[in-house]
């Protein structure tokens, strides 16, 4: 590299330190308690094997078979989810406690989740706190960060003892209706943000809710999978005119990938989140509710299913 660029280079750099600077200066934004759900890869090694810990692989059942973390119990995503009235809907509460009590489970175990695909693990920390319960931890990166530590996984399956799992009753804070979108869409709350965090290209297939604001599922993460940090999350959301104290909505085509975000945002302080379960998959079946659909689109076409 010659010194020319060189000194390009680091001007870049210090330009970008100073921006990123001035942006945390000026925002007066509240943040509450953050950087304790999401742990990484390199701390789980202090879970495995503890007393009151419970290691869960989120994989399919195929893959755990194959390989997973030494003394891991296998919860699919599946298993935590109902499709009624739509697809990847909040299981129930006696679903729940038969679930955790057959995996051995218990009210005050702590649950150390990962996944291989972004969401799961995810879905399951916003599971937990809907049913008032904050004992989950989620590996960042997932199973692709635990490989990359170098962890030794194996395909024996641990002897499981089972337990009694009682769960609360439902927390309404974290999650929102359809009711509550259309709240939104007919009188808006300028407090209040409608997070699509769909693809742009999802959004000239099929439409979006009216009113809301797009911010990629995909830009939440770095190359490796892992989640963008703390203050790259706060800055980005803050470009995008997002801040903590909004009361924030946030969907996808059926609230899998808005899990994700849910947790990045929740551990990077913002509490002023629901999800919106049904999501864009509920939303956009009812013919009589509003679309925004761009010039030269006739009708929602897209099948994703996350």
């Not at 955790?100 to 218990?106: D, E, H, Q, T, W």
């Not at 997932?142 to 530590?149: M, R």
Request: proline share 4%; with cysteine; hydrophobic share 40%.
């Amino acid at each position: 590299m010659t010194l020319k660029r060189t000194i390009k280079s680091v001007t870049v750099l210090l330009i970008l330190a100073l921006v990123c600077g001035a942006m945390t200066a000026c925002n007066t934004s509240q943040y509450a308690e953050s950087g304790k759900i999401l742990i990484p890869a390199s701390e789980l090694a202090s879970y495995v094997g503890a007393d009151n810990v419970m290691i869960v692989d989120m994989q399919s059942e195929e893959d755990y078979a194959a390989a997973h973390v030494e003394g891991a119990v296998n919860i699919p995503a599946s298993e935590i989810l109902i499709n009624v009235p739509v697809q990847n809907m909040l299981t129930s509460k006696s679903k729940l406690q038969k679930l955790f009590s057959a995996k051995g489970i218990g009210n005050d175990t702590v649950i150390v989740a990962y996944d291989d695909n972004k969401m799961s693990a995810a879905r399951l920390f916003w599971t937990m706190l809907m049913y008032q319960n904050h004992n989950v931890l989620v590996v960042d990166g997932g199973l692709s960060a635990i490989k990359a530590e170098g962890y030794t996984l194996t395909d024996a399956v641990p002897e499981i003892v089972p337990a009694e799992y009682v769960s609360a009753d439902k927390d309404e804070t974290w999650v929102a209706t359809m009711q509550d979108v259309l709240s939104q869409v007919n009188e808006p709350d300028k407090n209040t943000v409608l997070l699509d965090v769909r693809t742009e290209e999802e959004y000239y297939t099929s439409g979006k809710v009216p009113s809301s604001v797009m911010f990629d599922f995909y830009d939440n993460f770095y190359a490796d999978g892992t989640f963008k940090n703390i203050q790259t999350t706060r800055i980005n959301y803050l470009q995008d005119g997002i801040k903590p104290e909004n009361n924030i909505i946030l969907y996808c085509q059926t609230s899998m990938r808005a899990a994700a975000v849910f947790l990045r945002l929740y551990d990077a302080g913002y509490r002023n989140l629901r999800l919106y379960d049904g999501a864009y998959l509920e939303y956009a079946s009812n013919p009589s509710n509003p679309v925004d659909i761009p010039s030269g689109i006739v009708a929602p076409t897209n099948k994703d299913a996350s």
